[in-house]
């Protein structure tokens, strides 16, 4: 049997997106603002949405799902699995869009082009440095003609959270 090889359209139009912070705030609570859903909502989505439901079973297994609201709107579900979890230092979960009842659904669902995989992974990190906290995040899957758009949302994410901690 001949050896899978990685599909070339993959290497061509997906992307990682790699975004480091600095919050003026201690580790602990930035992970809480990403682990407890009353804190996770207050800064989830870019400028001008809001996080109206957010659930988190935060244990690897766990799902989360998430829901932003545009100004316009329109209501966007996510979801994910908890891949790998280390207190205070990591998070790993897979991305997927989702409807309401967290089944992972295509791009196309709310109207984007289905060149979005169905899973992309996440990885954050969170390191102590001196009362201030470094995050990086990992967004892996992206497609490529979509990542100025994706950092523009993250960073827009992480602008409120600077602003809430």
């Known amino acids: 049997m001949a050896a899978r090889q990685s599909s070339p359209a993959k290497s061509l139009f997906v992307e990682d997106l790699v975004i480091m912070r600095v919050f003026d705030a201690p580790r602990e609570t930035v992970w809480k603002a990403w682990t407890v859903p009353k804190h996770f909502m207050r800064w989830w989505g870019p400028k001008g949405f809001t996080a109206p439901a957010c659930k988190i079973d935060l244990r690897v297994g ?10 316009e709107g329109q209501v966007y579900w996510s979801t994910g699995v908890y891949r790998d979890i280390v207190s205070m230092e990591r998070i790993v979960c897979t991305d997927s869009f989702a ?13 984007m082009h289905d060149y979005w995989p169905l899973e992309m992974v996440v990885t954050v990190t969170f390191e102590e440095d001196g009362g201030k906290t470094i995050m990086t995040l990992r967004h ?15 960073s827009g994410s992480f602008d409120k959270l600077a602003g809430i901690l």
């Open 99 to 111: 409807d309401s009842e967290g089944n992972v659904v295509a791009a196309s669902y709310y109207g």
């Open 140 to 154: 892996e899957g992206i497609p490529r003609n979509m990542k100025r758009d994706c950092e523009a949302s993250w």
């Open 62 to 71: 766990g799902k989360y799902l998430y829901c932003m609201l545009s100004t």
